[in-house]
């Protein structure tokens, strides 16, 4: 990915790197001894449907490869930052908690009808790499990013890209492995649209309107 300077990190930037690394290290190591910790984490839609509601929360901070583990952290420590900065911590984190309860959930429910999802365990793979440079790509469209030091690509086409190599996964490894993935990036694609963000904010405006007129 592109170079950035090093800039102060933000406590929220800090704790999802922190939470992140913290969980996929000790999570892998008792894996290696020979524990179950990685699997009671990851998101399996068969133990979700018999009340593991946990795993929702719990797998996109299990990066089950170092590379993931490892680029899932500097864009949360890039991407994410600038996000941070531009929109404060509370949308930031209302924004990466709605992507990854639609990819949760959604992929519980697709799950019903793809028999190959019902009992793959699921890990954080790209998921919050595609929500953060989706959302970037979109909050930025004129910043360039140099993609593994080769594609300098920025607004759509950085957008393009990450569809492209997540569909490319899927032909590749097959829909019922990528399914989360492909789920987070429509929720990502549809949050930073104008429109259901517009309709969003017209609602929210009708209903703080009739608070008001009720006092």
Known sequence: MAVYPLRRVPPITSAL???TLGMSVVAVIDA???GRLLWHLA???EAVWRGQIWRLVTWPFILGGPLALIFTCIALYTFGTDLLIQWGGRRYLR???GVVLVAGVGTCLAALALPGAWEMPQLGGMVLIDAIVIAWARQFPDSPVQV???LLLHG???VTFTVAVTLLFAVYFGLAWA????LAIAAALLYMHRTPRRLWLRLK???VRRRLSAI
């Not at 399914?179 to 492909?182: N, S």
């Open 179 to 182: 399914l989360p993935e492909l």
């Open 205 to 207: 405006l009708a209903w």
């Open 95 to 97: 924004y990466l908690g």
């Open 148 to 150: 593994y030091f080769v």
């Open 43 to 45: 998101l399996i839609p």
């Open 32 to 34: 290696r001894m020979g």
């Open 17 to 19: 790197i922190g939470l």
């Open 156 to 158: 759509r086409a950085l």
